[in-house]
């Protein structure tokens, strides 16, 4: 498949006009049980909640081998090792919903969590509250032992904070 084809392949799941939540979990191996634990809450939840029928569960199987063969410590990113992404993402039309639809999708990560680690992937990261932008704990998740040598860099590199986006390092 062409790349540019490849790459528009999710845009219909981000077009303009509804809600969107995303969440993640990272397993280490696949399990079966949860999978189809996982679908029978799919099915359920979007039979109970036809405004979120939009919303499905991503598995990402990726072989990760070549991105493990990197040692941890030679990149700011630790999550060096064979990893699965899954990304549940969520889509409904109302603010009644929210809380319905963002239980559920922490229900289903909750699913796959039991079967992997706990590092976060930066990217499904809720940086907007404080609760995260400030959190040292929830950041050495993202970083794991590479945190403070972040830190030092960020202190000796940029020690005001310039660049701010995303899991913010401060010094």
């Keep these: ?3 540019p084809k490849l790459n528009m392949l999710l845009d219909e799941s981000t077009d303009f006009g509804d809600r969107k939540a995303v969440l993640n979990a990272q397993i280490d191996y696949v399990n079966i049980s949860s999978v189809r634990e996982a679908y029978e809450s799919f099915v ?3 039979n109970e909640n036809p405004e979120a029928a939009q919303t499905h569960i991503e598995i990402d199987l990726i072989d990760s081998k070549k991105i493990a063969s990197i040692p941890s410590d030679s990149t700011a990113f630790h999550p060096r090792k064979q990893f699965y992404n899954i990304a549940i993402i969520q889509r409904w ?4 919903y929210d809380k319905i639809v963002y239980n559920w999708g ?3 990560q909750s699913i796959f969590n039991k079967d992997g680690d706990k590092s976060l992937y930066v990217n499904f990261m809720d940086t907007t509250t404080e609760h995260v932008y400030k959190n040292e704990e929830i950041l050495k998740n993202v970083w794991a032992k590479n945190y403070e040598k972040l830190k030092e860099l960020k202190r000796k590199y ?4 310039l660049f701010r986006k995303g899991a913010v390092i401060f010094p």
């Design 1 to 3: 498949m062409p790349y």
């Design 44 to 46: 359920n939840f979007t």
């Design 93 to 96: 039309n109302t603010k009644h």
């Design 106 to 108: 922490k229900n289903v």
């Design 158 to 161: 940029d020690p005001n904070v």
